[in-house]
């Protein structure tokens, strides 16, 4: 069974970091382009950041340029997203995923393979 499995979600204060980290099991999505997406409670899910299957390609929302960081590793964890400065409204459930294209999207419907989410709770 092919899985995506988020950790490193967390309670912070604003201006504090964090690392999202998006393990692997079933296969390898070295050769695929990944991505992070969120979900707020009431609201829909919205893309935040991708990186294609080299890791030389990346997209961020507006809303998270300069201050998150998506990356890759594609020995064993396909992709990271270091979270600094974090604001009261990036609270969300985070999502990872993997789309068998060479380059990331910022469309969730061309992702087909998720994670079940971690928290992500940012306190003013």
């Known amino acids: 069974q092919v899985q995506l499995v988020e950790s490193g979600g967390g309670l912070v204060q604003a201006g504090d970091s964090l690392r999202l980290s998006c393990a692997a099991s079933?296969?390898?999505?070295?050769?695929?382009?990944m991505g992070w997406f969120r979900q707020a409670p009431g609201k829909e899910r919205e893309f935040v950041a991708a990186i294609s299957w080299s890791g030389g390609s990346t997209l961020y929302a507006d809303s998270v340029k300069g201050r998150f960081t998506i990356y890759r590793d594609n020995a064993k964890t396909p992709v990271y997203l270091q979270m600094n400065n974090l604001k009261p409204e990036d609270t969300a459930v985070y999502y990872c995923a993997a789309r068998g294209s060479v380059d990331g999207s910022r469309s969730y419907n061309s992702y087909g393979y998720w994670g079940q989410g971690t928290q992500v709770t940012v306190s003013s």
């Open positions: 079933g296969r390898t999505f070295s050769g695929y382009a």
